[in-house]
């Protein structure tokens, strides 16, 4: 598996904006996965396509 395709869980600070693979600073799209417990909000970089799980749920 691609380490890009891998989801990184990662803590809030001040702003998420820049991606930390690749440095893409204009911020992410979002997707909705399907979990137990709800769906998972997921970022994707629109740049390089890596994913980040910044832990909201709905
Ligand atoms: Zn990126």
Known sequence: ????RDI???G???EFRICP???YELGFHSSF???VEGYRIILICP???ARYDVGWRM
């Open 47 to 49: 740049e390089c396509g």
């Open 8 to 10: 990184v869980k990662v």
């Open 1 to 4: 598996m691609k380490a890009s």
């Open 21 to 23: 693979q690749c440095g």
């Open 33 to 35: 996965l399907r979990a």
């Open 12 to 14: 809030l600070a001040e």
